[in-house]
């Protein structure tokens, strides 16, 4: 491919997108049913995925032009800490909050009846566990972080392992998990099917945090700039479509067919519901907040890595300016008419109260030696 297409007089340009079938597939899905990539000279091909690994495995192999992905997905390719090393880029975050953590129903009881989890894991007498849905994703972190602010080490108290997100209700179902961190609809299936109960939403834990973005291997971005740059237009004005109200009975529907989630339109409403939108509401636009690829966001996922010994590296711009295409999005923002942000940081707070995008990024301190071992066994067995 060369990057000298003219996208107003060529055909369509092929793009194969690769997305894990959740809620927040939905820029992908609506860009394509509204016909936004055929407008702009391209012609998505969605392919939906298994799981985040196969997600991972395509944009190696060069099988996938780009992809929805969690954030720590990206870093984990690039840091070579979920499989082989492969240089990134982040071209835009697609959307922010929108994931959960849910309990088996018995310990969800105890959970709101005010029982600590270590209480609860002394009560059932053995470790608990939990399932997240990939070693470096978001997912992993968020639960991750939630445990620790309670005092309940990831590694040494409970054990975790890694499901794929439309296997999480089955693994419930079968005695397999004491509960699962994933995105919706999964909680939302797991809670019909009577087998889990949502305890907590991922932004009770960082209130706006990021969670999918647009990404391709770095070589892409590179060669294809053009390219690259129109990718990001279109899924802007996708976006932008999704947060309007009045289009979410008609995005549930779409996300609902049998090539994209194949359930219910109401299971999908269930967390996304058909109201105004509230603090900690799955959101894809918000006039470009939060799409922008920022670099406080990074710092974060780096110092939670080295937080858990996962990456022994120091976290800086140097790691994560490569990454994120701010110049691509700058370009693509302005011609959907979106403002940009004045810094490449942005303030965070999360649930113990460490608030700035230097506080929240702060290195902590939680036995990380004693769970790099784990981790890496996880890694090794699961992805």
């Known amino acids: 491919m060369t990057d000298n297409a003219d996208f107003s007089t060529s055909a369509p340009l092929p793009i194969r997108l690769g997305f894990v079938p959740l809620t927040d597939c939905a820029p992908l899905v609506a860009a394509r049913k509204l016909g936004l990539d055929r407008a702009h000279g391209l012609d998505f091909q969605l392919q939906r995925q298994p799981s985040w690994a196969a997600v991972r495995d395509k944009l190696i192999a060069g099988q996938l032009d780009a992809a929805q992905a969690l954030y720590g997905l990206v870093y984990g390719m690039q840091l070579g800490l979920s499989g082989p090393q492969c240089d990134m880029a982040i071209l835009m975050t697609l959307n922010q909050n929108g994931q959960g953590i849910s309990l088996a129903p018995p310990l969800a009881e105890q959970w709101r009846a005010g029982v600590g989890l270590a209480a609860i894991a002394r009560r059932l007498g053995r470790p608990l566990v939990l399932a997240h849905t990939f070693p470096t994703g978001t997912h992993a972190m968020w639960l991750y972080y939630w445990l620790a602010a309670q005092g309940v080490h990831p590694f040494r108290d409970v054990k975790c392992v890694v ?221």
């Open 163 to 383: 499901i794929p997100p439309p296997q999480m209700s089955q693994a419930m179902q079968a005695g397999m998990l004491d509960g699962f961190c994933a995105g919706q609809p999964w909680h939302a299936v797991a809670e019909r099917d009577g087998v889990a109960v949502p305890v907590a939403d991922s932004s009770s834990i960082w209130l706006d945090h990021p969670e999918k973005v647009l990404t391709c291997r770095r070589d892409m971005a590179r060669q294809r700039p053009l390219l690259a740059q129109r990718l990001i237009q279109v899924l802007l004005l996708a976006c932008r479509w999704l947060d309007r109200l009045e289009n979410r009975a008609q995005a549930a529907a779409w996300l609902a067919e049998d090539d994209y989630l194949a359930m219910p339109a109401a299971l999908i409403l269930r967390h996304w519901p058909n109201r105004a939108p509230q603090s900690g509401d799955l959101r894809f636009c918000d006039e470009g907040r939060v799409n922008f690829p920022y670099r406080s966001d990074g710092l974060w996922f780096l110092q939670q890595y080295r937080r858990w010994g996962m990456w022994q590296g120091e976290p800086g711009a140097e790691w994560v300016d490569p990454l994120n295409q701010t110049e691509l999005y700058r370009a693509a923002a302005g011609l959907c008419g979106l403002p940009l942000p004045d810094s490449a940081d942005r303030d965070g707070v999360l649930m113990d109260d460490m608030t700035g995008p230097t506080m929240f990024a702060a290195p902590h301190n939680a036995g990380a030696n004693r769970g790099a071992d784990a981790l890496l066994q996880c890694i090794n067995r699961r992805s």
